[in-house]
C-alpha cells in the first residue's frame, strides 16, 4: 500500500530503490506518526470533515495502535511503503471505510513534517536531560577536586598551575553552552508544520491553531511553504548542535585517553571500563574514550553531510530529503550513547591527588614566581627577564604560595554562578508542557 497509489503498476527494482531504508527508519516515528493523526481528526471533526461517531472511532483504534507500538507490537508489513500507510491500512482494516477519511487535509508530505518535528523534539529531551546529568556530575566533580593542582598546557607543552577543579568545570561550563544551542534548536523545531499539505497549503478551512495546542507546539510554521522549507533545515540546525556537543566531549574523550596514560598518570579508569591486548599483558586500553573521541569527530562531520544533500535544491519538497534521516537518525542515537557511557565512566574514574610533588613540574610555577615579583613592586617586564635568567642558570625555586583568587580561576571556580546558567537554560525547554499535552492526547 502507498498513499500516492493509483491503478498503475511500479516497476519492482524502482520501488525498491525510492524506498530505500525509509521502512526501517519509519518505526521510529512510528508513534509520533499517532499523535500527528490524534491532533489532525480532532481538528476534521471540528470543521465538519468527520462526525463525532466517526472521530470517536478513529481515536480510540490511534490510542490502541499507539499502544501497540509502545510495547513493540507494531510493524510495517512487506508491501506497505512506510509508516504513514501502514497506520492508514490498520485503520482500514480494523474500521472499514472511514479509515480512509484520516488523510483528508493533509500531504504525506506535512504528515513527514510534523512527525520529525515531534521525534526531534523528543529526541532534544532526551539529549538535554543526558547532558544535564553530565553537566551536574562534572560540577560536583569539579567541587570535590577544587583544590587538587594539574599541569596546564599550551602547545602541548607544560604551561601553567591549573587544577582537577578548573578541569572539570571547564567542560561542565562548555556542555552548558552547548545545552544552550540545543534549546535555540528546540524552539525552531516546536513549531507547527501540520496544515502545510505538500507546501502550499488546502482548500479545506483547517484550524492550524487546533492542532498546535493539541500537539503542545509552542508556535506556528505559519507560511505553509516555510513549514515546507523546514524540512532539511531542521535536520541542519540539529546537526550544529550535536556538532557542537561532539566538540565539547571529544575533547573531555581526548584528555582523559592522554591522561590516563601511564607517562602522564593523572587519571585512573575502573579496570572494568578498559580492554586488553592479545600479546601485550600489561596493557589496559581507554577504549572506551578513543569511541568517543572517534564518534564525536563523525559528529562534527554530520553539518557537512547534510548542507551538502540539501544545498542548491529549489523550494518545495525534494526526495533527497528522505535520506536525511539515514544520518541523522544514528547521529542521534550515538550522541545519547556516548553522553550515558561518559557518565557512567567518569563516575568511577580516580583522580590522582599528588601529580605536582614531581620535579619535573616545577616550571609550571614561573608565572607565579614572576607575578610574586610584580606584587612587590617590580615592572612586569623586568620581573619576567629575572625569572627566566634563573630558569636558564638552573637556579629557579618554586614558590610554595598559590594565590589564584579572581572569578572563576583556580582559587575561585564560581561554581554557584555555573549551576545558575544551568538552571536558566533548563527552565526554557519546558519538556512539562508538552508532556502534559502529549498524555491527554493519548488518554484511552
Known sequence: MKLWEKDIALNQQVEQFTVGQDRVLDLQLAAFDVLGSLAHIQMLES??????????????????????????????????????SQIELLLTRRLGEVG??????????????????????????????????????????????????????????????????????????????????????????????????????SSFPLDREMTTRLLGFRDLSYNVMHAQMGRGKSEQLLAFALSSMASTLGKLASDICLFSNQNYGF?????????????MPHKKNPDVFELIRGRCNQAQSLPAQICMMTTNLMSGYHRDFQLLKEVIFPALGQMKESLHISHLALSQMKVKQDILQDAKYDYLYSVEAVNAEVLAGTPFRDAYKKVAKEIEAGQF?????????????????????IQRKLEEVWKSFDFETVEAKIANLTES
Do not use: C
Not at 125 to 154: C, H, N
Not at 267 to 279: E, H, K, M, R
Not at 406 to 413: D, E, K, V
Open 267 to 279: 587519571v585512573q579508569l575502573p579496570d572494568a571500563f578498559t580492554t586488553g591486548s592479545s600479546i
Open 100 to 201: 480512509k477519511k484520516i488523510h483528508a487535509g493533509r500531504s504525506r508530505n506535512d504528515q513527514v513534517l510534523v512527525d520529525l518535528r515531534l521525534f526531534f523534539r523528543a529526541e532534544i529531551q532526551d539529549l538535554a536531560v543526558s547532558v544535564k546529568q553530565l553537566i551536574e556530575l562534572l560540577l560536583e566533580k569539579s567541587e570535590t577536586y577544587q583544590s587538587v593542582l594539574m599541569p596546564g598546557y599550551t602547545h602541548m607543552q607544560l604551561g601553567m598551575l591549573s587544577s582537577f577543579g578548573l578541569w572539570f568545570g571547564a567542560f561542565a561550563e562548555s556542555l552548558i553552552d552547548d545545552l544552550k544551542l540545543l534549546e535555540a534548536v528546540y524552539q525552531i523545531v516546536n513549531q507547527n508544520p501540520l496544515g502545510s499539505a505538500a507546501g502550499y497549503g
Open 397 to 417: 625555586e618554586r614558590p610554595e604560595a598559590v594565590q589564584h583568587t579572581h572569578l572563576g580561576s583556580i582559587g575561585n571556580l564560581a561554581t554557584p554562578a
Open 47 to 84: 470543521i465538519d470533515l468527520l462526525t463525532s461517531t466517526e472521530l470517536e472511532a478513529l481515536r480510540k483504534e490511534l490510542v490502541v495502535i499507539y499502544g501497540e507500538i509502545q510495547h513493540q507490537q507494531f510493524q510495517i508489513e512487506d508491501g506497505v511503503e512506510d509508516v504513514h
